[in-house]
């Protein structure tokens, strides 16, 4: 019997509170125009946006598009829908559709591939007693970010998000407070990793405020060292080495060869995953360039050597000349080792303060 007086009890009041917000929205909504700007006449609403990042898809480096998913939590004021929490009681707050009243055109300019919009449909917007008003629209897509690639690929990448109140002027809508949202929920990428999110108000054209939504991101390098580094600076060590091969072998000029072919397809994997422009250069390609030009003096020199150096094959000669011809083989078999020697010393030098000025730039 308890049971049954306290259900009724509580449906009783599910169906007044329901009536009574109907009540609400009826006397909200009776007169008002979602078309015309809330406030007075010549006073601009104050919106305030909020950026949240929820995770980091990636970056498309070719393309400079940066892949983000995020969400807005945008409050102003909107005195036309406000009400006396008296006349309705219990009513402090209340969901409408967000196509059912005047929400701000938001947009990110620098938008790509995607609607650069946020107005999106039949999203809840929640409004309270004294006219306040919080949408939650999201972004899920592409915005242009400027590469950098002097460090590549231990390199760090600055990208901004501009957002803005797009059509209308300074004087009817503007932007008077921004701050960030970002937590331990952020999605990891598996390339790329979040140092920090900042979200400040700058100038924009024409005296309007815009919310810059500045991330930092640093390149995640384990499969770099691997795939990348570790064979490219360990093949380096070996271009000094091909004057100590004998000529005899007939290796050289073909481990000078192998070695040229090597940092010549490394180079173009790394250009053909960076963006081609001029505005910047990855100071580990210059160093893969300049170990392609040690690669192709090595073959050079390696060439006219062994067209200067005396055919050590074996002729009819006299015996009463045989011992001072042996003396004199004896004695340009030295001389050319030297000149391997003195090479592979210059080439060696030559490879040291290559990798040192690459590490000092690095790390500059």
């Known amino acids: ?19 009574i ?7 909200i909504f009776n007169n008002y125009n979602k078309h015309v700007l809330p406030g007075d006449v010549g006073e601009a609403v104050n919106v305030s946006v909020e950026v949240g990042l929820e995770y980091v898809f990636g970056l498309d480096e070719k393309n400079q598009m940066l892949s983000t998913g995020m969400f807005f939590i945008v ?25 059912q009243i005047w929400i701000p055109e938001i947009a990110i300019p620098y938008a790509l591939r995607t609607n650069r919009y946020l107005t999106v449909e039949n999203y809840l917007t929640n409004i309270k007693s004294n006219g306040t008003v ?7 897509g592409n915005t242009h970010c400027p590469i950098d690639t002097t460090r590549f690929p231990f390199d760090n990448q600055t990208c901004v998000i501009s957002v803005v109140i797009w059509t209308y002027e300074s004087k009817h809508t503007q932007i008077v407070e921004t701050k960030v949202r970002v937590g331990s929920s952020v999605k990891e990428n598996g390339q790329w990793e979040v140092i920090s999110v900042e979200s400040n108000l700058v100038r924009g054209l024409g005296e309007m405020n815009m919310v810059a939504m500045t991330l930092k ?4 390098r384990d499969y770099y060292l691997v795939s990348l580094i570790l064979p490219t600076v360990v093949t380096s060590c070996l271009n000094p080495f091909v004057f100590l091969l004998p000529a005899e072998s007939g290796e ?23 963006p081609a422009t001029s505005l910047t250069m990855p100071i580990f390609g210059m160093f893969i360039g300049g170990q392609l030009i ?12 062994l067209k200067l150096r005396p055919n050590n094959r074996d002729k009819a000669v006299d015996p009463k000349t045989e011992r001072s011809e042996d003396r004199n083989k004896t004695q340009i078999n030295c001389v050319w080792k030297r000149i391997d020697n003195i090479l592979f010393s210059v080439f060696a030098i030559t490879e040291i303060v290559l990798c040192g000025t690459v590490l000092v730039l690095m790390q500059a």
């Open 21 to 27: 917000e109907a009540s609400l929205h009826q006397h």
């Open 252 to 274: 050289k000029v073909g481990l000078a060869m192998t070695l040229m072919l090597f940092y010549s397809v490394m180079l173009s994997h790394i250009f053909g995953s960076i």
């Open 217 to 220: 991101i640093r390149r995640r």
């Open 134 to 140: 919080n949408w939650i629209p999201d972004f899920t």
């Open 294 to 305: 040690l690669s192709a003096l090595s073959i050079a020199c390696t060439v006219v050597l």
């Open 75 to 99: 409050k102003w004021v909107d005195k036309a829908l406000s009400w006396n929490e008296t006349e309705f009681p219990g009513m402090y707050e209340t969901f409408v559709p967000d196509t």
């Open 1 to 19: 019997m308890l049971s049954v007086i306290v259900g009724i009890y509580f449906g009783l009041y599910c169906v007044q509170g329901s009536s």
